[in-house]
């Protein structure tokens, strides 16, 4: 059985950068797409960006100059970094994966969710 | 404002049934791209309940059911149960802006 598990401090202060790692179990992170999706408090969920093992990625377009994903194979991982923070990146922050072959988005392997709020 | 755009409340009796709207336009639905719809429980992570417009994971019940037809798509939940009770959210791509979710809606079972 996949698990997924967010980790990352909990509180980051405004101007910086949030730094979350979500941690791969019973699977390789080469074998499927990875994706960073995220709700703010009471609100919806928007998606932020996937990536691939191979460099395919994509981005919100909202979100693209502020963020940066990558994967460590090594420690079967992949991280989000997200620039400049503000009040309105506070927000449950999930990793996400589909294991539907050909179809990037139906999410069906979550993490538990961390969550992150911008604050001085 | 999302480009999926969902009622915000539905509401129905036990046994009833009810359905869940996710409309478009020509730049995601439309262009044939296709749908996928989550269950979100309060405080838990979202549940994949249909993909690629019609499908069901494995453990989902046959209650749940999807559909769609040019810019607009669907979900159905027959004979409605208070777990039933929740936040739905349709998802597609889109030219533009890539993945994004429609702004969900609130299931009462009254």
């Known amino acids: 059985q996949v698990q997924l598990q967010e980790s990352g401090p909990g509180l980051v202060k405004p101007s910086e950068t949030l730094s979350l790692t979500c941690t791969v179990s019973?699977?390789?992170?080469?074998?499927?797409?990875w994706s960073w999706i995220r709700q703010p408090p009471g609100a919806g969920l928007e998606w932020i960006a996937y990536l691939y093992y191979s460099g395919s990625n994509n981005y919100n377009p909202a979100l693209k100059s502020r963020v940066t994903i990558s994967l460590d194979t090594s420690k079967n991982q992949f991280s989000l970094k997200l620039t400049s923070v503000t009040a309105a990146d506070t927000a449950m922050y999930y990793c996400a994966s589909p294991s539907k072959d050909g179809y990037k988005y139906a999410f069906d392997m979550w993490g538990q969710g961390t969550m992150v709020t911008v604050s001085s | 404002q999302s480009v999926l755009t969902q009622p915000p409340s539905v509401s129905g009796a036990p046994g009833q049934r009810v359905t869940i709207s996710c409309t478009g336009s020509?730049?995601?639905?439309?262009?044939?791209?296709?749908v996928h719809w989550f269950q979100q429980l309060p405080g838990t992570a979202p549940k994949l309940l249909i993909y690629?417009?019609?499908n069901r994971p494995s453990g989902v019940p046959d209650r749940f059911s999807g559909s769609k037809s040019g810019t607009s798509a669907s979900l159905a939940i027959t004979g409605l149960q208070a777990e039933d009770e929740a936040d739905y959210y349709c998802?597609?791509?889109?030219?533009?802006?890539?993945?994004?979710f429609g702004a969900g809606t609130k299931v009462t079972v009254v």
């Open positions: 998802l597609s791509y889109d030219t533009s802006l890539s993945g994004v």
């Open positions: 020509s730049s995601n639905l439309g262009a044939g791209y296709s």
């Open positions: 690629g417009n019609t």
């Open positions: 019973g699977a390789s992170i080469t074998s499927y797409y």
